[in-house]
């Protein structure tokens, strides 16, 4: 890594950048980061990181723009108004004393997060199980990875990823299940794609219900019916059995139980043409994958949300696994099951124990002489004696009043936990709710009584473990604004006054990584992968300086390791894998009369979960501007839909309004509607208001890819968008997306009443009593004012803007139709200090004179590149690949996240 000043946060801006790690995705990519100004940075991708080499997403390229401190929470809050870190502090932990003292250890609760650093995640587990004597402390990994974690040690005996990164370029087949790393592992993505570009043998299988970004750049793709994965795996065992593939030296070498898997793969996925019908997809194709699966030696089988989040989720996972410890292709150069983590730092919570059912450094809580280590190593007045309860199961006992208290740190779980009315029910009722947060106005901040401000991405300092097992820095380059904590104060402070004095006298994340990796090494001797004991001994500067490291590292790695089981030596007793027999079974709800449809729901491009940083910049927020709900044209005809209207959804918990798409890509009877959507930007898009709360029995990871659905129209009485150079506080209407532009803010609005009179309504806007920012800012106006209007009572036509001193303050287009004029040109004139005489005369046609000036939705975020300007060029100029795009526009040219969109241009 680069020899910068490391953890200097008085940097200026003639300083060498500081490296440090991109706080979104898994990837865990290396950046280096250089303050500009207060509240942005320049950003480039770290050229000596191993993730990435240098090489950045759209999301990551986007992290300068991210950083402003205008929605940040900055003070502590008690019930919404600003108090000392002393009130807070001693509130939280009295409080919290209180509740223990009455009810005991239980009726308290952590949900925590993978977006904790390691040494944060390492404190809040240790007070809850060690200090409150209790396991409740869970994480949102559990809606993530957990089924993975629990499939992992049922094989391995131990939650371990046996390979890497480079096997997806060394590999001559890489299956990608369940995963769109296109969108959401992007680096990692492009990595592989330009290892087949260098390889031609190198095919990629992409299994997934429906066709997205990862399938266009397959070889095949396979459309499997949802939640089908373990026939097809079981079937793949069965016919690699057939074909002569096993590797029963290794079997013999290294496997416990596996003759019971071969069993239950024959009876349970006996034929191709049983495969094929099960999963709904054509026996050639079927076969094409088993061949190529059977006849490569290097593999790599790399998966994601649509493997774990499911009811049969670790038994998705087995029935991979199952194969590669079939055919002995595991921790070898290019071969082995690989589990991509979702959260930048999912694995190093996994590593302390962040979850209910884990002690810390891999050790097990059912174990009591490994409780009996910690609790002698932390010199822990009472030790948890059980698990605890798992994120689902622990917002139910919040609803039922077993729960009293819950401490939320770095997640949003009002928006991303299933069933989320029923979660905001639970957090409305509950006694005592805090919340650690950066930001003020999410939808979760709302319910907390006492809102407490931590330390931002560029602010802190500490470790995250990457989806190979490699720990990197996030290094501070920003000064601290406000009176925001390293989550890692907040929870010792409140530790000590809880009466734990000498276990939480941290003074920094130095001293906590050192004990961590003690931890690891405690009585391990190889038993446990799990040991960065070899970084127990670093001092201040070494950690300061730490490169990008695989554990384990010990006496036996003292480098780190990049694979792992190559020559057996798992973490059971008997140190032998299982290949467990997993038997199909169908989701949890299925599909009836009254919601025909299956919901499925996941990411898209440029947006990070709920939206309070990514939703923060412009550049991110044109790619996809509003939710949507993607469906088969047979579905859209049968329930009388229209691309582009607006569709209500419903399932049996809750309804969401939001845009319609129809899409081939979609297969008729399933449904995808992004997770992302939130409170401060669409009234209607909390998709996991309709998400079933159905969990898998083994891991208790949601099944957010599956839940029962009907779709209708919903035909409001007006559609409409305004354009706004300030934010406009309240617009009352039943489906308003907000969307922040490049010096304006979009609103797409519909509802199902119209104003009697729109001018006066429209002019409502600016008067809302709580002062949009415009009037609050009462400067004098800088210039005239004039209105421009148009309106047709007839045909609902109202079109109307705004101008001060010649330059747009706002514009509104409001009709009957769905069909608007587009957005793109329009948003462009808030660029202008003054709008020109040819634009003015077109500016309530809402399109510009001459059709090139309009260059329509952003398809490549980094250059502002525009889908009509794409579609121009590729015609006029006969761009036939999209290196020739690149030269052409520069479009695809830098992080190359929009390269498979720009394929799919091509291809008309
Ligand atoms: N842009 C972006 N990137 C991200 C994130 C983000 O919010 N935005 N979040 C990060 C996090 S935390 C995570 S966990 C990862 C998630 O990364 P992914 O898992 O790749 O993303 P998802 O879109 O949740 O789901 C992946 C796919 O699973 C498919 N699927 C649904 N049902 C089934 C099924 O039954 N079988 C199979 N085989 N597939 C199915 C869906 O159609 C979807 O395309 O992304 C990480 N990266
Ligand atoms: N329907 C559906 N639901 C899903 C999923 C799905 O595919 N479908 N995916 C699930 C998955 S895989 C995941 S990982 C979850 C993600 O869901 P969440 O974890 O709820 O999503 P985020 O928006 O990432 O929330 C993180 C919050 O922490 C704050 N934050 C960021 N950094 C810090 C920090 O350092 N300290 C503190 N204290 N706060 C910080 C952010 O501002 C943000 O509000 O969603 C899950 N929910
Ligand atoms: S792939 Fe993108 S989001 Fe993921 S770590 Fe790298 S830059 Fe960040
Ligand atoms: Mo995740």
Not at 57 to 76: A, F, N, Q
Not at 354 to 381: F, K, S, T
Not at 893 to 905: D, R, Y
Request: glycine share 8%.
């Amino acid at each position: 890594m680069s020899s910068a000043p490391l953890s200097d946060p008085s940097l200026t801006a003639d300083d060498a950048p500081i490296a440090t790690t991109c706080p979104y995705c898994g990837v865990g990519c290396g950046v280096l980061a250089k303050p500009r100004g207060p509240e942005s940075a320049d950003i480039k991708g770290d050229p000596e990181h191993p993730s990435n080499f240098g090489r950045l997403c759209s999301k990551g390229s986007s992290l300068g723009e991210t950083l402003s401190l205008e929605t940040r929470l900055l003070y502590p809050e008690i019930t919404g108004r600003r108090v000392s870190w002393d009130e807070a502090l001693g509130t939280v932990a009295d409080t919290l004393r209180r509740t223990i003292d009455t009810h005991g250890p239980d009726s308290v609760a952590f949900y925590v997060s993978g977006q904790l650093l390691t040494e944060d995640y390492y404190v809040a587990n240790k007070l809850m199980k060690g200090f409150i004597g209790s396991g409740n402390i869970d994480t949102n990994s559990r809606l993530c990875m957990s089924s993975t974690v629990a499939a992992q040690k049922r094989a391995f005996g131990e939650d371990v990823v046996p390979g890497c990164y480079e096997d997806l370029e060394l590999a001559d087949l890489v299956v990608l299940v369940g995963s769109n790393a296109a969108w959401c592992h992007p680096v990692l993505f492009q990595r592989l794609v330009a290892a087949k570009r260098e390889n031609p043998r190198l095919k990629i299988v992409n299994i997934d219900p429906r066709r997205t970004a990862t399938s266009q750049s397959a070889d095949l793709h396979l459309p499997i019916r949802p939640g089908t994965d373990v026939v097809l795996f079981n079937g793949l065992l069965n016919y690699l059995r057939q074909d002569d593939r096993i590797d029963f030296a290794f079997l013999e070498n290294h496997l416990g139980r596996y003759a019971e898997a071969f069993e239950n793969a024959r009876k349970t996925a006996p034929s191709l043409p049983a495969v094929a019908r099960i999963c709904g997809i054509p026996e050639e194709d079927l076969a094409s994958f088993y061949q190529w699966f059977a006849r490569t030696e290097k593999v790599v089988t790399a998966w994601s949300q649509g493997v774990n989040q499911s009811s049969s989720g670790t038994d998705k996972v087995n029935s991979i696994i199952n194969v590669h410890l079939a055919t002995g292709r595991i921790g070898k150069p290019g071969m082995g099951p690989f589990s991509l983590t979702g959260q930048p730092n999912a694995m190093g919570g996994r590593e302390v124990g962040g979850l209910a059912n884990q002690l810390a450094a891999h050790l097990d809580i059912e174990n009591p002489e490994h409780r009996a280590l910690v609790q002698e190593y932390w010199n822990a007045p009472r030790m948890l004696d059980k698990s605890g309860l798992k994120a689902v199961e622990l917002f139910q006992a919040i609803a039922e009043g077993r729960i009293k208290a819950v401490w939320i740190m770095a997640t949003n779980p009002a928006v991303s936990l299933p069933d989320a009315n029923a979660v905001r029910d639970a957090l409305r009722r509950c006694e005592f709710v805090v919340v650690s947060e950066c930001e003020s106005g999410t939808d979760l901040g709302a319910y907390a009584h006492v809102n407490l401000p931590a330390l931002a991405w560029g602010e802190k300092d500490g470790t995250v473990t990457n989806s190979e097992r490699r720990i990197s820095r996030q290094r501070a380059f920003l000064t601290v604004p406000g009176e925001a904590k390293p989550d890692w104060w907040i929870v010792s402070r409140v530790a000590q006054r809880m009466g734990y004095d000498e276990g939480f006298c941290y003074r920094s994340a130095w001293e906590i990584f050192l004990e961590h990796a003690r931890l690891s090494g405690l009585q391990n001797g190889g038993k446990r992968v799990f040991d960065i004991s070899g970084l127990a001994e670093l001092d201040r500067a070494g950690y300061d300086a730490l490169r990008p490291i695989q554990w384990p590292v010990n006496g036996r790695y003292p480098n780190g390791a990049s694979r792992l089981f190559d020559a057996g030596g798992f973490s059971s007793i008997s140190r032998r894998a299982e290949m467990v027999p997993v038997v199909p079974k169908a989701p949890a709800n299925p599909p009836d009369a009254a919601y025909p449809l299956v919901l499925n729901t996941g990411r898209i491009r440029d947006q990070w979960h709920t939206m309070t940083r990514t939703g923060k910049t412009a550049r991110l927020t044109n790619h996809v501007p509003e939710p949507y709900a993607e469906l088969n044209p047979r579905d859209a005809a049968r329930f009388a839909i229209q691309d582009g209207t607006l569709v209500r959804l419903e399932s049996r918990f809750g309804q969401a309004l939001v845009r319609a798409r129809v899409s081939k890509d979609q297969q008729p009877g399933s449904v995808f509607v992004p997770m992302h959507w939130s409170g401060p930007y669409a009234s209607k898009g909390l998709i996991n208001a309709l998400v079933n709360p159905a969990t898998d029995p083994m891991s208790g990871e949601p099944e957010s890819k599956h839940t029962p659905l009907r779709i209708a129209p919903y035909r409001p009485a007006w559609h409409g968008f305004l354009l706004s150079r300030e934010p406009l506080d309240a617009i009352e209407v039943e489906y308003r997306v907000t969307i922040r532009g490049d010096g304006h803010w979009l609103y797409e609005l519909a509802h199902s009443e119209s104003p009697s009179d729109w001018p006066v309504w429209m002019r409502g806007l600016f008067a809302h009593p709580s002062g949009s920012r415009e009037s609050a800012s009462a400067e004098p106006v800088p210039g005239r004012e004039e209105w421009l209007e148009f309106a047709d009572i007839h045909s609902g036509r109202y079109r109307c803007a705004r101008l001060l001193g010649g330059r747009l303050q706002f514009c509104a287009f409001i009709d009957r139709s769905f069909e608007l004029p587009p957005r793109s040109w329009l948003a462009g004139l808030f660029a202008l200090d003054e709008v020109p005489d040819r634009a003015r005369m077109s500016l309530l046609a809402g399109k510009p004179a001459s059709a090139e000036d309009d260059q329509g939705r952003i398809v490549c975020s980094c250059f502002g590149v525009g889908i009509n300007t794409l579609k121009r060029a590729i015609q006029k100029q006969n761009l036939s690949t999209t290196e020739q795009i690149g030269a052409a526009l520069k479009a695809g040219t830098n992080c190359g996240s929009c390269i498979p969109e720009l394929k799919s241009l091509l291809q008309g």
